[in-house]
């Protein structure tokens, strides 16, 4: 049964910091690895998505990683705003196929401060 | 422009209710999702359909019932509603090809008294 997850819980920083949010998961048979940011009271945003063949994705100051074989990711973010203040959920895709069932972790809440 | 859009965007209810939670999609895509976010924010897979068909029931009681009248459409109805019930309902969909992110709702939130 896949678990995920996902250190620090919760993490605060000061406006520019760049900051590394950790997810391990322990079954590698993965399809592919989301990352998504949820806003208080909102659905998620889907951030990144790496497939099982890749090592990484960036999108502008969003770097994601992952290690199959060890079971991590992680999303690197540079230079960080308060508007990215929000919680991140690493979500890998379970099996071999592509079901689109999401295991997801509980998150890391962040919070960025001008 | 909504791209996955549930309605309504509360729902309070008591014991033993039945409601049902709508949900639409104008993506195009073609595989639509049910998650639920319980208190502890933890987010789980509850059914995934695929052109209408089922292709995911994850041991989720039968009191809950989706229903897709065409692939646009994933509506959730729930029979004689618990206190266990309560929770962030999330519709999601992808279109279904290889590694395409999931689009979520912006939930629904449901109190059972």
């Known amino acids: 049964k896949q678990e995920v997850t996902q250190i620090p819980a919760a993490l605060s920083v000061p406006e520019g910091e760049n900051l590394v949010l950790n997810c391990s998961f322990t079954?590698?048979?993965?399809?592919?690895l989301q990352w998504f940011r949820q806003d208080p009271g909102k659905g998620l945003t889907s951030l990144l998505l790496?497939?099982?063949?890749?090592r990484e994705q960036t999108s502008g100051r969003l770097n994601a990683s992952l290690d199959k074989s060890s079971g991590r990711s992680t999303l690197y973010i540079a230079a960080s705003q308060p508007g990215d203040s929000a919680t991140y959920l690493c979500?890998?895709?379970?099996?071999?196929?592509?079901?689109?069932?999401?295991?997801f972790g509980q998150g890391t809440t962040l919070q960025v401060k001008p | 422009d909504t791209a996955v859009s549930q309605t309504p965007k509360y729902l309070v209810t008591q014991m033993g209710n039945d409601k049902s939670i709508k949900c639409e999609q104008n993506?195009?895509?073609?595989?639509m999702y049910w998650y639920k976010q319980d208190s502890k924010k933890f987010l789980k897979i509850m059914f995934s359909?695929?052109?209408?068909?089922?292709?995911i029931n994850e041991t989720v009681p039968n009191r809950f019932s989706p229903k897709s009248p065409d692939k646009a459409h994933l509506n959730l109805h729930i029979n004689s509603l618990e206190l266990g019930d309560s929770a962030v309902y999330f519709c999601?969909?992808?279109?279904?090809?290889?590694?395409?992110?999931?689009?979520f709702g912006n939930g629904t939130r449901l109190t059972v008294t």
């Open positions: 999601a969909s992808s279109q279904n090809t290889d590694n395409s992110p999931l689009h």
């Open positions: 359909y695929n052109n209408k068909e089922l292709i």
């Open positions: 979500a890998p895709q379970a099996g071999s196929s592509n079901t689109g069932k999401l295991i």
């Open positions: 993506l195009g895509h073609d595989t």
């Open positions: 790496i497939q099982s063949s890749q």
């Open positions: 079954d590698s048979a993965i399809y592919n």
